[in-house]
């Protein structure tokens, strides 16, 4: 079983579009965004996305990972 069919058994559209929201705006507001404004506005892109794109945008950004110690492994949520 890959990778992308374990995540669509535990995510579904509105948490990936979320998590990616979420990501998105904590990123913008280091350039000087408003965060609850770029999280609204990319929830919104994001619903509008197809399930399949969202779930990849999720894997490659790494938004499944999580740090087990302070070294550079990761655990991954799948």
Do not use: P
């Amino acid at each position: 079983m890959n990778m992308e069919t374990n995540m669509t058994k535990q995510l579904n559209k509105e948490e990936l579009c979320e998590a990616l929201a979420e990501d998105y705006a904590d990123k913008a507001t280091r350039g000087g965004l408003s965060y609850n404004s770029a999280y609204t506005h990319y929830l919104d892109r994001c619903f509008k996305r197809k399930f399949k794109d969202l779930v990849i945008q999720y894997t490659v950004q790494g938004l499944g990972r999580i740090k087990t110690n302070n070294t550079e492994k990761h655990t991954y949520i799948t």
